[in-house]
């Protein structure tokens, strides 16, 4: 592939010029016409990228601050006359595109695909879009890590991750299983030299580069740009953009990691299934179960609840043995008629035999995929005799207590919520937590078992949690949980809330984040329990009315007091209280210690953190400095008064695992005990 590269001078913008959206300035063009920057359309709003123009359509490079939400059309994007790039989003309201210390004196538009802030001259570069890729590369770019999207059309961070790592290979994950020893696609970088992919690798940089994205067919009279793209699949691929006179382009994929995109690890979600003619996959769900999302890649969850919605399908969709596939016969050449009819019988003794021996086995499948996929209904007696008639009390609670049981299929050890205040409320509370959770299905989440509906007597079945709740852990134990682990509860206890808000088949408020109700199993893997106030959301709600007896004191979201619209970001002020109180091993609420000060957890961590003494929230405890500020930053983000101040659990997920610049905090208002 002839490759040459760009000649032409870069077009330099000025300080103080700007854009806007909704007018014929919305964007700065490269030198020849193909590539731009500025304004695009995203879903409601906009987005500031990079993008190749065409009259067939923008194919999107790069995209700024990518989990953002859309822009409205009435901000502008600046570069100030100070040097400084940011979009004004309201009277005061600022967010930066270019998150560099040192003033810019102009910027451009290269030919290349990159945008970039120059310095004190034209040749001195203090910021470039290369320098932070999204899902895309582009020639000359250096490759460290990039995220694919979560959709086709949406910029934000999807699920695949790739990475080089040193030593010249590139590996792909799954973004939320972060770096591990499996990794579905691994290759070293001297095997992707083919197709002008990739040409070299700096040992002692660790940097890989493609080759120049432009190259030229001077007797067609068309121009050539190439980019590599992890895309919404997981799969990375390489594109051709042919360009002719008439500025419309024609994409080729000219590479791709997988002839079969289903050999991507954990394309199709939990539950799915996944089939590829060759070129796109194609995700389905196990019978009973149907797609979370339109995208298909987040996977299934059940489509009945226990086991008379079971029955009520289609048994032909849940119970269909068909004929079996790639078994070989063996013909045999008989001499005699008596010898044939002898093969015969044989044949058909043996095929009763396998036949019966595959029935049992696939009844016994059947068994074992409802009761790991359904609900299973319990009788009273059954619940009353696996818990040795309620003798354990594990815990207490509003409207029932929690005892300790063991069923006799597996011997397994249960946990057993019963109602023993069964009104009006009781009754909503439970059935609230019945259709929440059954709905769910992640590892930081409790996973629900089953239920008994006998009369008034009403109890949920939970999976036994050895370790107790994480305020045993943090409040009544006598040494600190060692810093590594408190750390990894955390993001833990993040992920469960992501998951519930962003994930779950429809979003959930869980409306009571406090450490009694995060359980620990025997690794101490953190799962949030107790869904009993609890909020679904439809598609296009943002919050649903609040009502007394909401969120527990201490870990309340001021919304929850005055009577306000409770959105997500109310668990996400929850979880910050829980975030300090984890960095601290104490109480957000505490009169046992030595001043005033400390009595309110949230106010006095802000106090250590304006006076730059966080050491004294770990009292000598030998920490990494670096995560004790990134957390302690990220929990006064969380509990801010104003709702909209508060970051997305996503963000908050970033933040903590430091992939994303955590901003200083404003002073949070102390939380309503």
């Known amino acids: 592939m002839g490759v040459r590269a760009q000649t032409a001078e870069p077009k330099l913008i000025e300080l103080g010029s700007s854009l806007s959206p909704m007018d014929g300035s919305s964007s700065w063009v490269s030198p020849s016409g193909h590539f731009a920057f500025g304004f695009y359309p995203q879903d409601t709003g906009f987005a500031v990228g990079v993008w190749l123009v065409s009259q067939s359509g923008k194919t999107v490079v790069w995209t700024a601050n990518r989990d953002d939400p859309p822009v409205s059309s009435n901000t502008a994007l600046e570069f100030t006359r100070n040097g400084k790039l940011l979009l004004r989003t309201g009277p005061g309201e600022e967010i930066t595109i270019a998150d560099v210390a040192e003033s810019a004196t102009s910027a451009s538009m290269l030919d290349s695909g990159n945008f970039v802030l120059f310095g004190d001259n034209s040749s001195f570069i203090i910021w470039q879009s290369f320098q932070n890729p999204t899902d895309t590369l582009l020639g000359g770019q250096n490759l460290s890590n990039i995220l694919s999207s979560s959709k086709t059309e949406s910029p934000a961070i999807g699920g695949f991750?790739?990475?080089?790592?040193?030593?010249?290979?590139?590996?792909?994950?799954?973004?939320?299983?972060?770096?591990?020893?499996?990794?579905?696609?691994?290759?070293?970088?001297?095997?992707?030299?083919?197709?002008?992919?990739?040409?070299?690798?700096?040992?002692?940089?660790?940097?890989?580069?493609?080759?120049?994205?432009?190259?030229?067919?001077?007797?067609?009279?068309?121009?050539?740009?190439?980019?590599?793209?992890?895309?919404?699949?997981?799969?990375?691929?390489?594109?051709?953009?042919?360009?002719?006179?008439?500025?419309?382009?024609?994409?080729?994929?000219?590479?791709?990691?997988?002839?079969?995109?289903?050999?991507?690890?954990?394309?199709?979600?939990?539950?799915?299934?996944?089939?590829?003619?060759?070129?796109?996959?194609?995700?389905?769900?196990?019978?009973?179960?149907?797609?979370?999302?339109?995208?298909?890649?987040?996977?299934?969850?059940?489509?009945?609840?226990?086991?008379?919605?079971?029955?009520?399908?289609?048994?032909?969709?849940?119970?269909?043995?068909?004929?079996?596939?790639?078994?070989?016969?063996?013909?045999?050449?008989?001499?005699?008629?008596?010898?044939?009819?002898?093969?015969?019988?044989?044949?058909?003794?043996?095929?009763?035999?396998?036949?019966?021996?595959?029935?049992?086995?696939?009844?016994?499948?059947?068994?074992?995929?409802?009761?790991?996929?359904?609900?299973?209904?319990?009788?009273?007696?059954?619940?009353?005799?696996?818990?040795?008639?309620?003798?354990?009390?594990?815990?207490?609670?509003?409207?029932g207590a929690v005892y300790k049981g063991t069923i006799a299929q597996g011997n397994r050890t249960i946990a057993v919520k019963r109602?023993?205040?069964?009104?009006?409320?009781?009754?909503?509370?439970?059935?609230?937590e019945m259709t929440i959770i059954g709905r769910t299905h992640h590892r930081n989440l409790v996973r629900l078992l089953g239920f008994c509906m006998q009369g008034s007597k009403k109890l949920l079945v939970y999976e036994y949690m050895s370790d107790g709740s994480l305020a045993d852990l943090l409040f009544n134990g006598e040494e600190r949980p060692i810093w590594r682990e408190r750390v990894r509860i955390a993001l833990d206890v993040a992920r469960g809330i992501f998951y519930l808000h962003e994930e779950c088949e429809v979003r959930i408020i869980h409306g009571d984040i406090k450490?009694?109700?995060?359980?620990?199993?025997?690794?101490?893997?953190?799962?949030?329990?107790?869904?009993?106030?609890?909020?679904?959301?439809?598609?296009?709600?943002?919050?649903?009315?609040?009502?007394?007896?909401?969120?527990?004191?201490?870990?309340?979201?001021?919304?929850?007091?005055?009577?306000?619209?409770?959105?997500?970001?109310?668990?996400?002020?929850?979880?910050?209280?829980?975030?300090?109180?984890?960095?601290?091993?104490?109480?957000?609420?505490?009169?046992?210690?030595?001043?005033?000060?400390?009595?309110?957890?949230?106010s006095w961590v802000y106090s250590c953190f304006v006076a730059?003494?966080?050491?004294?929230?770990?009292?000598?405890?030998?920490?990494?400095?670096?995560?004790?500020?990134?957390?302690?930053?990220?929990?006064?983000?969380?509990?801010?008064?104003?709702?909209?101040?508060?970051?997305?659990?996503?963000?908050?997920?970033?933040?903590l695992e430091g992939t994303m610049n955590v901003p200083v905090p404003p002073s949070p208002t102390p939380p309503v005990s």
């Not at 067609?220 to 594109?239: F, H, M, P, Q, S």
């Not at 302690?632 to 104003?642: H, R, T």
Request: aromatic share 8%; hydrophobic share 35%.
């Open 161 to 399: 991750f790739l990475s080089l790592q040193s030593g010249g290979r590139i590996v792909s994950y799954p973004y939320k299983m972060g770096i591990s020893e499996d990794p579905y696609w691994t290759v070293d970088a001297r095997d992707l030299n083919d197709k002008g992919l990739l040409s070299s690798y700096d040992a002692t940089s660790n940097i890989l580069t493609l080759a120049s994205n432009i190259s030229s067919d001077d007797a067609k009279n068309e121009t050539i740009i190439y980019r590599a793209t992890l895309d919404v699949d997981g799969v990375l691929r390489l594109y051709s953009h042919s360009f002719g006179n008439s500025n419309i382009s024609t994409v080729s994929i000219m590479w791709s990691a997988f002839k079969n995109p289903c050999d991507v690890k954990g394309l199709c979600g939990v539950n799915g299934l996944c089939s590829s003619n060759g070129t796109n996959a194609n995700c389905s769900c196990v019978p009973g179960f149907v797609s979370i999302n339109r995208e298909k890649y987040l996977g299934c969850y059940r489509s009945f609840n226990n086991e008379e919605g079971c029955r009520g399908q289609e048994p032909e969709s849940l119970y269909n043995i068909t004929t079996l596939i790639n078994v070989k016969l063996i013909l045999i050449l008989a001499s005699s008629l008596g010898s044939i009819a002898f093969l015969c019988a044989l044949v058909a003794v043996s095929s009763f035999f396998i036949y019966r021996s595959q029935v049992h086995r696939y009844r016994k499948l059947s068994e074992n995929a409802m009761e790991e996929f359904t609900l299973r209904s319990f009788s009273y007696n059954d619940l009353e005799k696996a818990t040795d008639g309620f003798r354990e009390e594990l815990g207490r609670g509003p409207f």
């Open 419 to 432: 109602l023993e205040k069964v009104v009006e409320e009781g009754e909503r509370e439970f059935q609230a």
């Open 515 to 602: 450490p009694k109700n995060i359980l620990l199993d025997d690794s101490w893997t953190a799962k949030l329990s107790d869904f009993r106030l609890a909020r679904l959301l439809r598609p296009n709600q943002t919050g649903t009315i609040s009502r007394l007896g909401g969120s527990s004191r201490g870990y309340s979201a001021p919304e929850w007091q005055k009577r306000m619209l409770i959105s997500m970001e109310a668990d996400v002020y929850s979880f910050g209280v829980v975030l300090l109180e984890i960095v601290c091993c104490r109480s957000n609420l505490d009169i046992n210690v030595s001043t005033g000060d400390e009595i309110l957890l949230c």
């Open 612 to 655: 730059g003494e966080l050491e004294k929230l770990v009292e000598g405890e030998e920490v990494d400095m670096k995560t004790l500020e990134r957390m302690v930053k990220v929990g006064l983000l969380c509990i801010q008064d104003d709702p909209s101040l508060r970051p997305t659990m996503k963000n908050v997920i970033l933040m």
